[in-house]
């Protein structure tokens, strides 16, 4: 604990925008900084949740523990609704209370005595849940880097993606694509040259999709479209973004039967003991939710949620990339990474934005050393807000 880093980064935004808003108490504060999903749940989701919980109030619907894995039919909707082009089974998906807590019980399966790798920058959560387990070592503050910990740099210079060639082989290696907070999918190019170095090195990938439904080009949309994922790969992934389960809690973790330990013995039989051990199923109300998210007419509704945000990233892409900026991600996540010039680092930046435009956002440099100089700027806000803060971004450099 005493090794965890100037507490979670959100808690250290939260922290510095409650210190704003005493200072200015008039002033109308615009939140683009925490992933926060805004919108409206579409009602078709939230009545079969409330349906569900009524139900739990007759002898007839009355349900008590689950399967800890998830009821069988949401786990058979997701391997056949969200990887439509790929061999995901039923009994390989083990729904959740959410992808951060399915990274945590995955680092407990994992434990302290191996290596692992992650993007520079990446979403804090693998590198904080690896202090917690013991994985990391001592922090280096000159370099800002933990000691067992492998880096992989993520820039414009490599596209995002981390450059393989000069990569230390590590037992695991996390990534996340659509990438928080680059925005950046990782091509079918790149994520097959990650399968094959993960194979040579008999290494397993945890492969985070929380931003696949952003996906807007031809990037592949899970690990698994990749041959030979699925005796290298893991993939952790949520309903939060997808179905703005945020707060009601929802995601899954795809083990594969193909995943073995390099002894043979499957991995997916350790994760069910952990799930079964270290939890005991997500909700029944909110897998009634999850089982309509993926209905049709459920599917349908989520993505014109999704379109609007969408819209968001475009609106403040051509926003930023007016004031001269350097601007990444976006197209394929609801988030915009924006380099800003000069050696400021990005908590002054963070600073100064919020000073002068009561935005709130997120300094790069909290996702890592490689995220210096960069900002992140959310999506997810009703279109007034996005609308707004588009305005007051343009009088920036004034
Ligand atoms: N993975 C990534 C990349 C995220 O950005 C987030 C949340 O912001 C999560 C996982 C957490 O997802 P959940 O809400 O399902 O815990």
Known sequence: MEKLRDGYLFQEIRRRE????????????????????????????????????????????????????GEKALRQAIADKLYTHVEVKGDEVFVSDGAQCDISRLQLLMGSNLTIAVQDPSFPAYIDTGVLIGQTGEFHEKTRKYKNIEYMKCGPENDFFPDLSITPRTDIIF?????????????????????????KNGSIIIYDSAYTAYISDDSPRTIFEIPGAKEVAIEVSTFSKFAGFTGVRLGWTVIPKELKYANGFPIINDYNRIVCTCFNGAS????????????????????????????????????LTSLGLKVYGGKNAPYVWVKFPGSSSSWDVFTEILEKTHIVTVPGAGFGPGGEGFIRISAFGNREVILEASKRLKTLFK
């Open 175 to 199: 990534l996340c694509s659509p990438n928080n907070p680059t925005g950046h999918a990782a091509t079918r190019k790149q994520l097959q040259q990650l399968v094959e170095f993960a194979t």
């Open 284 to 319: 029944n109300i909110v897998q009634a939710g999850g089982l309509t998210c993926l209905s049709q007419e459920g599917y349908m509704a989520l993505c014109s949620v999704i379109d609007n945000y969408r819209e968001n990233a475009k609106i403040l892409i051509d926003t």
């Open 18 to 69: 409650e210190e704003h808003r005493k200072k200015y108490p008039t002033a109308n504060v615009i939140t683009l900084g925490v992933g926060d999903t805004t919108q409206p749940i579409p009602q078709i989701i939230t009545s079969s949740m409330v349906q569900k919980a009524c139900a739990l109030s007759t002898d007839e619907g009355y349900s008590g523990y689950g399967p800890e894995q």
